[in-house]
């Protein structure tokens, strides 16, 4: 084939995008001249065409008639003209999807921290949380009613006194009618009750005045509530049969606070405070120490002296 057939093959094979594109610029050209766009009725087909045409040739361009025509055709059909997708989710998701790069790395990090925490409430806290619930159901259902009984039991069968499985009974019931409707802090505070009942029951001791080289038997203060008076006190000390000291807790009459000491001041009558002070400057020793004894089984101390029933920690 000779460079004049090719030439001439090129130029039909091109044509037709030059139709293409010079029908675009004339349905370009009538959408930005609605003077020319008003004669597109059929009646005016002929004059529009021939000023189209006359247009193109100001601009050294010659158009053909059927470029024209087809360039009319596609206005009238909006055939190179672009509409809008309408909205809708196609045409959201579209445009999100556009501008990803603005919003994916904090949505992402958004819903990662989401995952962390659901996975943390579901898999962890609330499994723990219900497993708490459920523990404190069975307490109180099962374990604390079961220790108020155990302990009752124990204190019916250790006391020598009715009157402790008495009380220990009246504290069990109140403590189990708590514990049944989900009062914790008052079905505790009977197991409490029991437990102090059975410890008192339990003790076996003496009491008696303290003694030795540089301990202080006595003393005597005036009570802040009447200046006027004067409060006489002897330092005892419980021993067990072994005689070893025993902590026990002692409520202070002047704080009103209770406190585990070993030696407290225990208050008794001036005439007692004035027989154990002669006792002991007789001969530097205090013969008659005893003061009372506290036998297993019974909740209170026998005295052989007479007390008035006030206890201090301090002095």
Do not use: C
């Amino acid at each position: 084939m000779s460079a004049t057939d090719e030439m001439n093959a090129a130029t039909a094979a091109d044509a037709p995008l030059s139709d293409i594109m010079l029908a675009m610029d004339v349905a370009d050209t009538l959408r930005h001249n609605p003077e020319l766009a008003a004669l597109a009725g059929e009646a005016r087909e002929r004059q529009l065409v021939d000023r189209l045409r006359a247009l193109y040739r100001g601009q050294g361009i010659d158009v053909s008639e059927m470029a024209v025509k087809d360039g009319l055709a596609a206005l009238g059909e909006s055939r190179f003209a672009y509409a809008p997708p309408k909205a809708g989710l196609a045409v959201a998701l579209a445009r999100l999807y556009v501008v990803r790069r603005k919003w994916l790395p904090a949505t992402t990090a958004v819903v990662l921290m989401l995952i962390v925490f659901l996975s943390g409430y579901f898999l962890a806290w609330r499994p723990y949380r219900d497993a708490q619930i459920e523990q404190a159901r069975i307490e109180l259902a099962q374990t604390m009613p079961a220790e108020m009984d155990a302990l009752y039991q124990t204190i019916f069968e250790e006391t020598k006194i009715q009157q402790a499985a008495n009380d220990a009974a009246a504290i069990r019931d109140r403590g189990k009618a708590a514990a049944a409707a989900g009062e914790r802090e008052a079905a505790t505070a009977a197991i409490a009750d029991l437990t102090r009942i059975r410890d008192t029951l339990r003790q076996d001791y003496r009491l008696q005045i303290a003694g030795g080289r540089g301990v202080k038997w006595g003393f005597w203060t005036f009570p802040r509530v009447n200046s006027e008076a004067t409060n006489y006190y002897l330092v005892v000390e419980a021993l067990d049969p072994n005689g070893t000291p025993l902590s026990l807790p002692i409520r202070s009459e002047e704080t009103g606070q209770v406190e585990t000491v070993q030696r407290w001041g225990e208050r008794v009558p001036e005439g007692v405070y004035r027989a154990v002070e002669a006792d002991a400057n007789d001969d530097g020793v205090i013969q008659h120490s005893l003061v009372g004894i506290k036998q297993f089984g019974f909740l209170d101390i026998d005295y052989v002296v007479q007390i008035l029933g006030g206890e201090v920690t301090r002095w």
